[in-house]
């Protein structure tokens, strides 16, 4: 704001017309065609951003979208959750590898790259031929398939686009999207029980106190190696508010020391 | 077969189509020049008799075929200099520097279809841009371009052009309302509050104008200020140029005032359900308007056709007649003029042309750089020889400059909001117009303590 009225378009009014006598930024394209250099091919390059992390959230849009299929790609996504891979499988060696050892025909050294874990194809196949096979049915397919193993393995993924005809991208893109789909194994599971009884003993608030502590919540995947579910029946015997681990029933759980009993969950190893 | 028929079997299409055209052309000008020489004194008779008519007729048929040139000039200006303020070039493909870009958008509105949707009133569908053109165009009449180049020197000059532009919110009223859209009645409605409201503080600052010259002749108002540029009324009444800058805009629809039209906000306002070239009247109507109200400023404000400075020297070429006897000694100076100026001028032509030219291209050069040099000469003499002349060259500069203005702002300021734009009419301007008018009144009574004119 300046103090005499009007200064501030008088100043506009001197900008434009300092811009009237401007060169110009136009190129007359047909006649002036841009000096680009005869190598130039336009190459992809992985970005970093100010603090060294690579900008590149693996999203495969431009795999999806590149025409001749030429990008292949693998890393962690942006949650550093797994190990995601684009691409024809002999391609899934990371490409930051020297390519010439690579087509020397020699193994290449891949220390980032965890070749994703084989499963039973079997429950698979029997939920896709119950879903008709068709990609359209695909969240009713992850959650069945999330029920079957507990949760979505990547090559649960590849095989549903090889059978589908989805792409890839797509179909991980559906199982990244929603919040209650998890693509990594959990290492344990605390299930609360929320029954009337339960409930009326405080199960919602330790349900709420441990997925606070655990950066999650019932229904929601996120979080880090501990799942947090809903038990679906009450143990018969078992004192409310009932809270499992990995099925064992809990005792002597109190609200005030939930959160700090979470707290040791998540450090501590595996059941 | 007759002899005419072989005949005509035989020739060309070019030379049928001389046979057809040639006698038709000389039995055309034998007529005509029996008609003219009969027929010619009496209707000249009766043209001088009537002669009030027969201006009022030509004065019309003149501003109504002056209307479209200079919308079609003020688009191409807009188109070019916005486009320059944006660092971009602006139209450059369709003639030299993009000169016909305005007219061939003209054409293209003329081929669309004229399309009125279904349920709109169509009398006031089709009458709402012919009034809203019309308009504009009537308030021309009143304007002086030069000393003797005027429509009418009405007495109520003033009056009749605020009459005349207050006629615009009618149409654009009729537009809104016939189309059966509630859009373009939201549309309408906006636009005529908005004019409403800022053609009062418009009409208070002219007041003080009409004031101090006495009169609500335009003529008048700038014989008034004839002397130099001390003498304008901008000098005597800086406050009411502004205000009638500020208001003029808003009246015109333009930027930061265009809120009727927000082109890149809204669909149309008052003209969504137009197309072809009914929008194309209303569009036309607007760009007349931005020449209109420049020309008015300057009538009012600039001293109209008057020189900044006195003009310190004249000529006077009334000897020369053009249509006297002796006049063929110069018909044969012309034509030794030409001639001569022609080769002369193809010399450098040759000599510097950057490439190699053929003798007849750098003739056609020669006598391109002649007519350019003559018309040069030409004007400049008919400058310093005619008062009309040099007061029609001062009065269109001059409103250019502010046609060059209203775009450069288009091209700086945002808009406004709706209700900023109200406020501004009725809290700042207005009173600021009451303001001048009484201290105007004031300065007139206590300088002219005898009694007022």
Redesign the interface.
Same mark, same amino acid.
Request: positive net charge.
């Given at each position: 704001m300046s103090l005499i009225p009007g200064l501030g378009?008088a100043r506009?009014?001197a $900008? /434009?017309?300092r811009? $009237?006598f @401007?060169?110009? @930024? /136009?190129i007359?394209y047909p006649e002036t065609a841009p000096d680009i250099a005869v190598r130039f091919r336009g190459r992809l390059q992985l970005l970093y951003d100010e603090l060294g992390n690579l900008k590149c959230e693996t999203c495969f849009q431009c795999a999806a979208a590149c025409p001749v299929e030429c990008i292949d790609m693998g890393g962690f996504d942006t949650k550093g959750r797994f190990h995601v891979h684009w691409g024809a499988p002999e391609t899934y060696a990371e490409r930051r590898e020297e390519s010439a050892l690579r087509r020397s025909g020699r193994p290449v050294p891949d220390a980032a790259f965890e070749h994703f874990e084989p499963i039973d194809e079997r429950p698979l196949d029997r939920i896709l031929a119950a879903h008709d096979y068709d990609p359209k049915a695909m969240l009713p397919m992850l959650e069945a398939v999330q029920r079957e193993y507990g949760y979505i393995p990547v090559a649960s993924l590849k095989r549903i686009s090889q059978v589908s005809g989805a792409p890839y991208a797509l179909i991980f893109g559906t199982a990244t999207y929603y919040d209650h789909l998890r693509l990594t194994k959990p290492r344990r599971t605390v299930a609360v029980c929320r029954c009337t009884d339960c409930l009326l003993a405080g199960s919602q608030r330790l349900a709420e106190r441990i997925g606070g502590t655990l950066g999650t919540g019932i229904g929601r995947a996120a979080g880090g190696e501990v799942a947090l579910e809903q038990l679906p029946a009450h143990v018969p015997g078992a004192q409310s508010p009932l809270v499992t681990l990995d099925g064992k029933p809990q005792a002597g759980l109190t609200i005030e020391g939930a959160a700090a009993w979470a707290a040791g969950l998540a450090g501590g190893p595996a059941a | 077969m007759s002899f005419a028929t072989r005949t005509w079997g035989r020739l060309s299409l070019q030379a049928r189509l001389l046979a057809i055209f040639v006698p038709l052309a000389v039995v055309a000008a034998v007529v005509t020049v029996v008609v003219v020489l009969l027929a010619g004194p009496p209707f000249l008779d009766f043209l001088g008799a009537n002669l009030p008519l027969v201006r009022f007729a030509v004065a019309v048929l003149a501003i109504l075929l002056l209307t479209v040139p200079t919308a079609f000039v003020l688009i191409y200006m807009e188109l070019k +200099?916005i486009a320059?303020? %944006?660092?971009? +070039?602006g139209p %450059?493909r369709v003639g030299p520097w993009g000169a016909a870009q305005s007219v061939i958008h003209g054409f293209k509105v003329l081929a669309k279809e004229d399309f009125a949707p279904t349920g709109a009133d169509g009398v006031v569908f089709t009458l709402a841009p012919v009034v809203t053109y019309m308009a504009s165009v009537m308030t021309l009449l009143v304007i002086p371009f030069a000393p003797g180049l005027f429509g009418q020197d009405l007495n109520i000059g003033v009056l009749f052009f605020f009459a005349m532009g207050g006629l615009t919110v009618v149409g654009l009223l009729m537009g809104g309302w016939s189309s059966f859209n509630k859009y373009s009645l939201l549309g309408g409605l906006r636009s005529a509050a908005q004019m409403v409201s800022y053609e009062i503080p418009l009409t208070l600052s002219v007041v003080g104008v009409i004031m101090l010259a006495g009169s609500m002749s335009l003529v008048r108002i700038v014989a008034e200020q004839s002397g130099s540029a001390l003498d304008w009324f901008v000098v005597k009444q800086p406050l009411a140029a502004l205000i009638f800058f500020i208001a003029a805009t808003a009246e015109a629809n333009r930027t930061p005032f265009d809120m009727t039209e927000a082109d890149s906000e809204i669909v149309a306002g008052f003209a969504t359900e137009y197309s072809g070239m009914r929008f194309g009247f209303f569009f036309f109507a607007e760009y007349v308007n931005v020449f209109i109200v420049s020309a008015l400023l300057v009538t009012l404000f600039f001293g109209g056709w008057t020189a900044p400075f006195g003009w310190p020297w004249a000529w006077n070429l009334n000897w020369f007649d053009p249509l006297r006897p002796g006049a063929l000694g110069w018909a044969v100076v012309l034509a030794n003029v030409l001639v001569w100026g022609t080769i002369v001028l193809l010399v450098p032509v040759r000599l510097f042309g950057g490439r190699t030219w053929g003798l007849g291209e750098s003739a056609l050069l020669g006598f391109l750089i002649l007519g350019v040099l003559a018309t040069a000469v030409i004007a400049g003499a008919a400058f310093v020889a005619f008062d009309w002349f040099a007061g029609l060259a001062w009065f269109m500069a001059k409103t250019y400059f502010f046609v060059f203005v209203f775009v450069?702002?288009r091209?700086?300021?945002p808009r406004v909001r709706v209700d900023q734009l109200m406020g501004f009419a009725w809290k700042w301007l207005l009173p600021a117009a009451l303001v001048n008018l009484f201290v105007t009144a004031a300065a007139v009574v206590l300088t002219n303590p005898g009694g007022i004119r």
């Open positions: 378009i506009g009014m $900008f /434009t017309l811009r $009237f @401007a060169p110009k @930024a /136009t007359q | +200099i320059r303020m %944006n660092l971009r +070039i %450059n450069w702002m091209a700086t300021l």
